[in-house]
């Protein structure tokens, strides 16, 4: 294989030593390439602090429930390891039937909730600089989504830990940089597959080969300039 962008790494790797140490490393493999900096983590999990903290409770729920717990359970037992009273939920305005029935499980572990939609803060899509003709329904007050908000809402509450349920793509980004608490994913938004974005590799090779080719990917809905209908004054 030719070497680019730093050479193959793991997803080109067959052997998977790093596991089992049952085998040989390759000769491009990271581990020992970052033989140094793994130690270095090896002791931030060691620690104390919130790092080690998340890094065990997550290892002792493998450990104790591995195959045997729903995601949704074991985001409830991570959060109730790490002795979390507050738990923030950021949920997008789509999934909020199901962030309102997650933080009713939640609090049945006694935990305290609150959930925060995408949508808070209503800022028209078009105050961002999105043109009219981009929202879903042009002509329409289409709020944008607001994850810095949710965080920051979250944030001043004083979320010990937050969960997130079906933001889109990049909002997830937006809300993780500006969230002080750790963030955790319940629910992956993919409206085509029900959000089961997995879905799309594992029908990669048959019916849903032609994401293989990137030239197969649907074109962007073409974009009409004729002047979106005057909203009505209230």
Avoid at 115 to 120: A, F, G, L, S, W
Avoid at 158 to 187: M, Q, Y
């Amino acid at each position: 294989m030719k070497e680019k962008d730093g050479g193959p790494s793991c997803s080109e790797c067959g052997i998977r030593n790093c596991y089992r140490r049952d085998k040989t490393y390759p000769p491009f493999c990271l581990t020992g390439k970052f033989a140094a900096a793994a130690e270095e983590t090896r002791k931030l999990y060691r620690g104390s602090g919130i790092d080690g903290r998340i890094a065990r409770a997550a290892a002792e729920i493998e450990g104790e429930y591995y195959g045997r717990l729903t995601r949704l359970e074991e985001t409830i037992r991570f959060a109730m390891k790490l002795g979390v009273k507050k738990l923030g939920i950021a949920s997008c305005i789509g999934l909020l039937d199901e962030a309102s029935l997650y933080a009713k499980i939640v609090r049945t572990a006694g935990i305290d909730t609150r959930t925060v939609i995408c949508k808070v803060g209503a800022i028209d899509k078009t105050r961002i600089g999105i043109p009219e003709e981009l929202k879903v329904c042009p002509g329409c007050n289409e709020s944008c989504c607001n994850p810095a908000l949710q965080a920051r809402i979250l944030n001043e509450w004083g979320a010990d830990l937050n969960v997130l349920i079906g933001l889109c793509v990049g909002h997830d980004a937006i809300f993780n940089r500006h969230s002080k608490a750790p963030a955790v994913t319940f629910i992956v938004k993919d409206r085509v597959l029900g959000h089961n974005p997995a879905a799309a590799l594992y029908t990669a090779k048959f019916y849903y080969k032609r994401v293989l080719d990137e030239k197969t990917f649907p074109a962007p809905r073409t974009i009409s300039r004729r002047k979106a209908p005057e909203r009505k004054k209230k």
